[in-house]
């Protein structure tokens, strides 16, 4: 998956649910991540860039809190595939 993917779905789940990102890093941090919470904060600002560790190390952390949460939806990982609709698809059309 393409970094700035990541960072966007990374940061959507984080809105969706309105997640405290404080509480994220802290998650982050206990999970190994290295990054402080303003890189943290820059990065789903889309702001900056992490290194992929660090990505995935919080995209553990949201989805370790949704799960506990039971709330909906996942931040993706590194080698995640994001996936369209597929052509011919009801709301898509085919290539002319």
Same mark, same amino acid.
């Given at each position: 998956?393409?970094?700035?993917?990541?960072? #966007? =779905?990374?940061? #959507?789940?984080?809105?969706? &649910?309105? =997640?405290?990102?404080?509480?994220?890093?802290?998650? &982050? *941090?206990?999970? $190994?991540?290295?990054?402080?919470?303003?890189?943290? %904060?820059?990065? *789903?600002? $889309?702001?900056?860039?992490?290194?992929?560790?660090?990505?995935?190390? =919080?995209?553990? #952390?949201?989805?370790? &809190?949704? #799960?506990?949460?039971?709330?909906?939806? %996942?931040?993706?990982?590194?080698?995640? &595939?994001?996936?369209?609709?597929? /052509? $011919? /698809?009801? $709301?898509?059309? /085919?290539?002319?």
């Amino acid at each position: 998956m393409e970094e700035v993917d990541q960072q #966007a =779905l990374t940061g #959507a789940v984080i809105q969706e &649910h309105g =997640l405290d990102l404080g509480q994220l890093w802290l998650e &982050h *941090i206990a999970l $190994g991540g290295d990054a402080s919470e303003q890189d943290i %904060r820059n990065y *789903i600002a $889309g702001l900056s860039s992490l290194p992929p560790k660090e990505r995935d190390t =919080l995209a553990q #952390a949201i989805n370790e &809190h949704c #799960a506990a949460a039971g709330l909906p939806g %996942r931040a993706p990982f590194g080698d995640s &595939h994001v996936t369209g609709p597929r /052509s $011919g /698809s009801p $709301g898509t059309s /085919s290539p002319r």
